[in-house]
């Protein structure tokens, strides 16, 4: 399931638990799995595309999107491996924005555990999904729509050369809530950072609230963390969330 399940929140750092509330929240609507991709182009210009979240990876909370090897942002990846995702979902008008370094996990990939995660992301894809990378690169045109109808995949078969894993491991998440709380005139939106601490300990929930925290707004704040950790501490303008 691409939200990741309870089992697998359960187990993921504070700013998850917010992600998976808006898929749960979203999970009606389609495009609620299409987000926004950014990477570093040639020349150092943005580039930019639509990608479909292909869920956790399993006991994390890295980030698995499904492409084409041939793409080019293959060679943008690997020679700046740091992007940043944008996603909105319509019906909550949430907005997370989640950056990281991204692995490429390709068919040439040494390394066993990740060509497992390629395999597994493979056939966790429709047929009708895993066709697209039978065809030709991406950007060209297609001859004859016919090739793409009448080409043949063994359901069965391993991935194909062309099948590409990309993992966004999350460095810094920024979340803007535009409707979460409307009794709140002042504050239209709330701004919710997370910094990934790689090492000696767990990241960090910072929520800025930029003004005296009312009473109720700070209720709502240790309610929606009830779960995800110890109770927040108000320190230097800033509500931490361990």
């Not at 009606?28 to 869920?55: D, E, I």
């Amino acid at each position: 399931m691409a939200g990741g399940g309870a089992a697998a929140s359960a187990l993921s750092t504070p700013w998850r638990s917010l992600l998976q509330r808006a898929l749960d929240g979203n999970a009606h609507l389609k495009h609620s799995t299409f987000f926004q991709l950014a990477t570093v182009g040639g020349g150092g210009r943005p580039a930019n595309r639509t990608v479909v979240f292909r869920g956790f990876q399993e006991q994390s909370d890295k980030i698995q999107i499904n492409t084409d090897a041939r793409s080019n942002k293959i060679g943008e990846i690997r020679n700046c491996s740091f992007g940043e995702i944008c996603w909105y979902f319509t019906d909550t008008w949430e907005q997370f924005r989640i950056s990281g370094f991204i692995d490429v996990v390709d068919g040439s990939n040494p390394e066993p555990v990740k060509l497992q995660l390629r395999e597994r992301a493979w056939f966790g894809s429709s047929v009708k999904s895993r066709l697209q990378y039978l065809g030709p690169c991406p950007g060209l045109p297609i001859p004859d729509d016919d090739l793409i109808k009448d080409a043949h995949l063994d359901p069965s078969a391993g991935p194909v050369d062309a099948f590409c894993l990309l993992v966004l491991d999350p460095e810094k998440f920024s979340y803007r809530n535009a409707n979460a709380i409307p009794w709140m005139l002042s504050w239209p939106s709330i701004l919710v950072c997370y910094v990934n601490v790689k090492a000696g300990g767990a990241g960090l929930l910072e929520i800025n609230y930029g003004q005296a925290m009312n009473a109720a707004f700070k209720r709502w704040l240790v309610e929606v963390n009830r779960k995800t950790g110890p109770p927040p501490q108000v320190a230097n303008g800033r509500l931490h969330i361990a």
